[in-house]
């Protein structure tokens, strides 16, 4: 019987395949959960030196505490207690065992995790922070962390974890500091430059573009740059001489290619991560510092809007709108601080409609249609993909 051993012992050392299993071993044990919370339960098997083996365990509860699933995944009950051993793994006729204590309350704070750590927002963009509170088994424990900033980079309410960032760009490491009860956890915020979008490319010559029809009622309408149609052709009641500084192009190759570069200037914009949703607000009586702002779904302009370029004259501020844009009569757009309007993008995802008397600023992009009604005045670009672009009486200058 001892050769036999030995022999196998042997054999086992010159094989080119794994030993077999001779010790199996269950973590975390002994482990501590809050009632009707779970763990991942893990088994380990070694050969006879001490090298992991594969193994595929099957895994039951043999002492109470809560159940377990075939991967190990045990969840708790609502009974407190000790249960020696419950965890049970079997594996090629080897078994182990874990033991678990189930209680309602969580042990004393021993880390904070921070979320999301790293993070990355733009030159005064904004980032919420979570503080996760956990003991020395994982259990989570509610806190009421501090917030500071300890090495640049912004400024972070105190309370609620809102952090502002700065208008220096660069990585600030562990800067976003949580604590609680002598326990602190940190994250990382690299703050960068809000890019502008991706080139307009030949759309950039068009201060009109639209996909079905242009058309214009009112005489008095000028209009600076290129007009544009495609896939349609039609473009009615443009008055002579206009426009002017640009030309016609009704359904011909140059408003093809700029529809093309249209689209890709879209999708660019569609794919900005927001930085402060303002779902639910009007436009009217805010003041934005440049950034990438968005609503789930329609946006109202209501009185005036000033963009604040806050003294950088290639600030960009990028205005999502889920669905329709509309602005009250003799609402305005206004720009301090440096701001341009080359700058201002305004991505709609169905129409925009300007009020009479509007006075509007920055690129409109909107995947349907756009209506100036009487005496709108655009400082900017009205660029629809699919649909038509009216207008009446207006006057529509390319920045």
């Given at each position: ?13 010159t ?41 595929s365990?099957?895994w ?5 505490g ?18 020696l ?16 204590t ?18 990355t ?6 980032q ?18 501090v ?18 960032a ?25 703050v ?26 009112g ?14 052709i ?6 002579a001489?206009?426009p ?19 689209t890709?200037a ?14 639910g ?52 757009v ?9 700058n ?6 169905s129409s925009a ?6 006075a ?23 660029l629809?993909?699919n ?13």
């Amino acid at each position: 019987m001892c050769a036999a051993l030995v022999l196998g012992a042997w054999g086992c050392r010159t094989a080119t395949g794994p030993c077999p299993a001779v010790t199996l071993t269950v973590t975390p044990n002994p482990a501590t959960l809050l009632q009707n919370t779970s763990r991942q339960f893990t088994a380990t098997g070694r050969d006879y030196r001490g090298n992991v083996v594969s193994t595929s365990a099957s895994w039951s509860v043999v002492a109470g505490g809560g159940t377990i699933d075939s991967s190990g995944w045990f969840t708790a009950g609502a009974v407190n207690g000790t249960y020696l051993n419950t965890i049970q793994a079997t594996s090629g006729g080897l078994t182990a065992n874990a033991t678990v204590t189930v209680t309602n309350t969580p042990g004393p704070l021993v880390t904070i995790t921070v979320t999301p750590n790293p993070a990355t927002v733009v030159v005064n963009g904004l980032q919420s922070f979570i503080a996760t509170g956990r003991d020395v088994d994982g259990n989570i424990v509610a806190i009421v962390p501090v917030w500071s900033v300890i090495a640049g980079g912004g400024a972070i309410n105190s309370g609620s974890g809102q952090f502002t960032a700065g208008a220096v760009t660069g990585s600030f490491a562990n800067t976003i500091e949580a604590a609680s009860g002598g326990v602190s956890g940190f994250a990382t915020v690299n703050v960068i430059a809000l890019a502008p979008p991706g080139t307009l490319g030949t759309a950039a010559t068009f201060s009109i573009l639209a996909g079905t029809t242009v058309t214009n009622t009112g005489v008095t309408t000028t209009i600076t740059g290129d007009v544009g149609v495609s896939a349609g052709i039609a473009i009615t009641g443009i008055p002579a001489g206009q426009p002017t500084g640009g030309s016609i192009h009704a359904g011909d190759a140059t408003a093809a290619t700029a529809q093309s570069d249209l689209t890709v200037a879209y999708n660019d914009l569609a794919g900005r991560p927001c930085g402060t949703n303002l779902t639910g607000l009007d436009l009217g009586g805010q003041t934005l510092a440049p950034g990438v702002y968005c609503f789930n779904s329609s946006a109202q302009l209501t009185g005036a809007l000033v963009l604040d370029g806050q003294g950088n004259t290639n600030s960009v501020f990028v205005i999502k709108i889920g669905s329709t844009l509309t602005t009250a009569s003799n609402a305005s757009v206004n720009l301090l601080g440096g701001a341009q309007a080359q700058n201002v993008y305004w991505q709609v995802g169905s129409s925009a409609t300007l009020g009479t008397g509007t006075a509007f600023v920055g690129n409109i992009v909107a995947l349907a249609s756009i209506t100036l009604n009487t005496s709108a005045s655009l400082t900017g670009r009205a660029l629809a993909r699919n649909g038509a672009v009216t207008l009446e009486a207006n006057a529509v200058t390319l920045p």
